[in-house]
């Protein structure tokens, strides 16, 4: 009598533990992994192409700008990677840059005034990490074609105070520093003592002497586009604009 109830209970049993089984398999594959990817930002800042231009990754268009237009950081897969810099109208290839991009880094590309008619392409690797508590960080980028080089970053108050580690020849890039968040009016300076190229002001390239709120925790780059040529309209001659990286 009992082995008869027992043999009952695992014939039972046996389908249950098949049903269990089937439920608990899946035949969804598996989702494919992310692909590692980096970032780049895209900048039109090429005074002898005052027209559009596209910039493109591997061929693939990223952005089209128009002069003093910028692109935010764009995701790029990780790996080797070849930048270029054309003309939107002709398809013509005015600067080509190879890049090998890293997870997680991010980087900075510009189109500039490299010449009386030509376009050049300056990349630049980006530190986003976030600046010491209670500070903000600074950079200054030199791509204003025929402006003295090289330049720096400085103070303007009742005199010129140099800010350290922000030196940068032509088509290059200073580090970036950290500062104390307040009130500036920053300008692009060379020489010594130092003389005022461009002011940043607002930072939108209009110039002047206004003070800036500088915050903590921010990130900024100061770019002197343009080039030096009288024969061309002023919004095209060297100017200081500022970006926020974050």
Known sequence: MQTSFISRALRALVPATLLLAACGKSDTPAPTPAPDQGRVYLYHGA???????????????????TYGQSANYQAV??????LKINVASSAAT????AVTVEKDKNYSYFAYANGANSVGG???????????????KIRF?????????AAKLSTVVAGIADIAGTDAQFANTSGFVEIIPGQYNIA???GT?????????????SGGGTNKTYEAGKIYTVLLR????????ADLQPKAVLIQNN
């Open 47 to 65: 005074a002898t192409a005052n027209v559009p231009l596209k910039f493109l990754v591997d061929d693939a268009e990223k952005a089209n700008l």
């Open 77 to 82: 897969n990780t790996g080797a990677h070849t």
């Open 94 to 97: 005015q600067a080509t840059q």
């Open 122 to 136: 300056l990349l630049t690797t980006d530190d986003l990490t976030a600046p010491s508590s209670g500070k903000a």
């Open 141 to 149: 980028i030199h791509i204003g074609q025929g402006a003295a080089t």
């Open 188 to 190: 692009v300076t060379s």
């Open 193 to 205: 003592p130092s003389v005022v190229i461009a002011n940043v002001g607002d930072g939108s390239g």
């Open 226 to 233: 343009g080039q030096v040529n009288a024969l061309i309209p």
